[in-house]
């Protein structure tokens, strides 16, 4: 279990204290789910669902980015 797991309802790093998913993490889940990206792609989906709900005040674009924008 990595210590870069999402602080809610803020979104931040419990590792590291940036924005969720951090850095560390991102190439945690790309290692973690090198053999099903499309599975990577879904959890990061739901993971975007569920941070609009706590994060309604950031932009829409912004998040997207920040949750599924890395996985290219």
């Given at each position: 279990m990595s210590a870069h797991g999402p602080v809610l309802p803020v979104w931040t790093c419990g590792g590291c204290g940036g924005p969720w998913p951090c850095?560390?993490?991102?190439?945690?889940?790309?290692?973690?789910?090198?053999?099903?990206?499309?599975?990577?792609?879904?959890?990061?989906?739901?993971?975007?669902?569920?941070?609009?709900?706590d994060l309604s005040w950031a932009p829409a674009g912004a998040l997207h980015r920040r949750f599924l924008g890395w996985l290219r």
């Open positions: 850095a560390t993490r991102r190439r945690e889940l790309k290692a973690e789910y090198e053999d099903a990206p499309m599975s990577l792609a879904l959890y990061m989906g739901a993971q975007l669902v569920r941070a609009t709900a």
